[in-house]
């Protein structure tokens, strides 16, 4: 029972490069978010979606493209990498929203640790 | 704009003693409230959660307090245990807190 999985774990860019996080969970939950959480900070919502083909912006979606074509896949696109984007980012997902009225708790990945220099 | 707060960045415990872990929010319309807890290297896991509706949720050696007039919650850990170090989120409505770092010492 995989949950939700995230890779790499570990990746070093240097500025302007692009990349893809991969997540990808099992669970066949509708909904899945991407987070970043900065050193001494909680975790910002990039990007959510609601189900195949749905996306929404959360708090922080600047520098950040997402696609969903399947229930279990949820990548994290970076086109133009900044060094502001060094940080933690994980991946979440739940069987309903974990947003707004809902104590639904979310699922997550272990992270990727993205560095940019 | 940071609606749920987690003012204090670590605490340090005795172990057998009581780990008490604060959390302060602004919005009034908040319907639930979730605490998470993160080892190095993973990804936060749900440990509990209350309804606004109501004033105590226990779980265990974990109970979660909740003072709607003060819009303060708090998380008790009884007997607190070396393997509870950990960080642990205060959220709701996915919002999350900054978290905060217990140590529980042998």
């Known amino acids: 029972n995989a949950g939700v999985t995230q890779t790499p774990k570990f990746r070093i860019l240097k500025i302007g490069q692009s990349m893809t996080l991969q997540c990808a969970q099992d669970?066949?939950?509708?909904?899945m978010y991407w987070y970043r959480q900065d050193p001494g900070m909680g975790l910002k919502l990039i990007y959510y979606?609601?189900?195949?083909?749905?996306?929404d912006k959360g708090e922080v979606p600047n520098g950040y493209n997402v696609s969903r074509s399947t229930t279990e896949d949820f990548p994290l696109r970076l086109e133009l990498a900044a060094p502001s984007q060094t940080s933690v980012y994980f991946c979440?997902?739940?069987?309903?929203?974990?947003?707004?009225?809902?104590?639904?708790?979310?699922?997550f990945g272990d992270g990727t640790r993205l560095s940019i220099l | 704009d940071q609606q749920v707060k987690q003012n204090s960045p670590s605490l340090s415990v005795q172990e057998g003693r009581i780990s008490i872990l604060n959390c302060d929010y602004t919005?009034?319309?908040?319907?639930?409230f979730l605490w998470y807890k993160k080892y190095p290297a993973e990804g936060p896991t749900f440990l509990i959660s209350?309804?606004?509706?109501?004033d105590k949720n226990e779980d265990g050696r974990f109970t979660v307090f909740l003072n709607k007039s003060a819009k303060h919650l708090s998380l008790h850990i009884v007997p607190s245990q070396p393997g509870d170090s950990a960080v642990y989120f205060c959220?709701?409505?996915?919002?999350f807190g900054e978290g905060t770092q217990l140590t529980v010492n042998p």
């Open positions: 669970m066949n939950h509708n909904y």
């Open positions: 979440a997902s739940s069987p309903l929203l974990s947003r707004g009225h809902s104590n639904q708790p979310q699922h």
């Open positions: 979606s609601v189900g195949a083909g749905i996306t």
């Open positions: 919005n009034s319309m908040f319907d639930y």
């Open positions: 959220a709701a409505s996915g919002d």
């Open positions: 209350i309804s606004s509706i109501k």
